[in-house]
């Protein structure tokens, strides 16, 4: 049997108590947020997603526009609290007075950047000429922190890249823009290359691609060993990288000579 039509004036009924109800609830959550802290907001949202908020992940799809200036300040007010816990004068101190809000402005728009706002935009090329010879991009210039004491990781990456005739191809500076929008974050460099590599590999879809970075890790250099000349070297290899062992001696024997 045909299901039964509702009258028209209880359907419009209907609705009409469902949009009510909508609007209620975004009355109710604008109340609920109105004296909240902005990083508990946030929070709340990822949350409600069941998504991930690891120091190394990007959160930019939860962040609304204009909000980050309101992290700032709220950061810069914890940082603030921080500072007196260390017993620092930030009053009469005239070069601390402004310290915690240069600090929150430094961790939420430079060095940790890469967590709060979106993926650079990069432009791809079809490969008209069919390249499928090697390519290195680098030495590129990484900043980046440790995850354990937020210390600076300070270096450089190499990308090696064997594209194939159906490849897409991206501008040169789209390497060091998304090099840096990875390494913009709180991390250990072994996952930070590994990131860096799955997302080269799924924009581009190369027959192979390399990542060697070296780097100064001042958790070891500033505090701890306090070994000053201790570096960091590791290397991703993808593809044709990893099968083929005379495209790997190429592609690390040209680091050599740079």
Request: aromatic share 6%; with cysteine; charged share 25%.
């Amino acid at each position: 049997m045909p299901a039964k039509k509702l009258p028209i004036k209880k359907v419009a009924t209907k609705v009409a108590t469902k949009v009510a109800t909508q609007a209620a609830t975004k009355v109710a959550n604008k109340k609920e947020d109105v004296g909240t802290p902005l990083s508990v907001v946030i929070r709340r949202r990822i949350e409600a997603q069941k998504a991930r908020f690891h120091a190394n992940d990007n959160i930019s799809a939860f962040i609304k526009p204009g909000e980050l200036e309101g992290l700032v300040d709220e950061v810069a007010q914890k940082m603030q609290a921080v500072l007196e816990s260390l017993v620092i004068d930030t009053q009469s101190d005239h070069n601390t007075k402004n310290t915690s809000q240069r600090v929150a402005k430094m961790f939420v728009k430079e060095v940790f950047n890469g967590r709060y706002v979106e993926q650079p935009t990069l432009t791809k090329f079809p490969n008209v000429s069919r390249l499928n010879e090697l390519m290195i991009i680098g030495p590129i210039t990484v900043r980046s922190a440790c995850s354990h004491h937020l210390c600076p990781i300070m270096g450089r990456v190499w990308i090696g890249v064997l594209p194939s005739k159906a490849s897409a191809l991206i501008g040169l500076s789209k390497y060091s823009r998304l090099t840096e929008w990875v390494m913009c974050r709180p991390q250990i460099q072994e996952e930070a290359v590994v990131e860096l590599a799955d997302m080269l590999e799924k924009k581009i879809k190369p027959t192979g691609v390399a990542i060697v970075m070296e780097a100064d890790h001042f958790c070891m250099q500033w505090r701890g060993v306090k070994d000053r000349d201790s570096k960091m070297i590791n290397s991703v290899m993808r593809g044709a990288f990893l099968k083929d062992p005379n495209l790997r001696r190429e592609f690390l024997s040209l680091l050599e000579k740079r």
